[in-house]
């Protein structure tokens, strides 16, 4: 329970309780593993903001800050098929 507060506590009382569970939901994914696009097993595990990396191919690659696949992502990905 005191991590909880600890962690809601970091984006101040100035944001709503919505945000703030939309914040967790984004922290959840960021946490999660996702799948890796150079040999699709689910590896890519985010190590820095913007920076994923996949831990069974070492493949590396620059993403969302928190999900690797962005909505400008999902875009550019329509276009170019
Ligand atoms: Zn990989």
Redesign the pocket.
Known sequence: MASKLKSAARFGARYGLKIRREVSKIEEVSRAKHE?P??F?K??KRQAAGIWV?K??N?KMAGGAYQPYTDATKIMEKMFR
């Open positions: 890796c150079n040999c097993k590896s890519l996949c069974s191919c493949y």
